[in-house]
């Protein structure tokens, strides 16, 4: 039976890439320091073959603890790492308190690096497959998500970098990008801001993306050839605005300036 490691398991875009899988025949590990959305998710699972790990993923050591403990349920077999646990900060970069920028790295890309590095030999083992989460704020930054934007673009290096070095010991290395999922993630409020990131997004005319779209773009990552997956119609917009209009994109970001 094929195996996913799943951090960030007990909410969003973890808990609906759970579902799917299992409902596939995968077994599932669901790591995250939400021990009661573990429980929720586990909850959901039905009969598939489950545990639950409670990870900081910004902790190299608990990254060696937890993946042991699944290996030695999933007779020693990880084909998936899905490097998904991820924290919103957002609003004036320059009023950010400073421990909250340095834990929005820890999370978004120490957390990922963690989990490449501690998942190395056991994907190793099983030819299998690194799934990193980046964003869309990783295609091109925008002012209000400085720190977020920076965390993505380097999951977005790392996930490149790796792809290359190591494919030649049969490991996949992919990435989602998402637009505007429809998670709890959208309901924090930016720094300096009275609106939540939620009614931002819906007074800018954008779409939100059912977290189902995300969990079968994980599915066709894992099973695919693209590096980079694209989710949501924002994150193929700026993907393409990107690429051939980079003036319009300074322009739009800086408020048509």
Known sequence: MQAIFITGGGSGIGRAVAQLFAARGWRIALADVNEAGMAQTTALLGDAPVTTHWLDVRDRGD??????EFAAASGGRIDVLFNNAGIGVGGDFAGTDPDELQRCVDVNLMGVV???HAG???????????????????????????????TKFAVRGLTESLDAEWAGQGIRVRALLPSFIDTAILDGTPVGSNATMRERVRAARLEFTPVEVAAQAAWDAVHGQRLHTLVGKTARRMWFAARFMRGAMRRQARGGA
């Open 114 to 116: 963690w989990g490449a």
């Open 63 to 68: 990254w060696d603890a937890v993946l042991a």
């Open 120 to 150: 190395h030999p056991y994907l190793k083992a099983s030819r299998g497959c690194l799934l990193n989460t980046a964003s869309a704020a990783g295609i091109y930054g925008t002012g209000g998500t400085a720190i977020y934007s920076a």
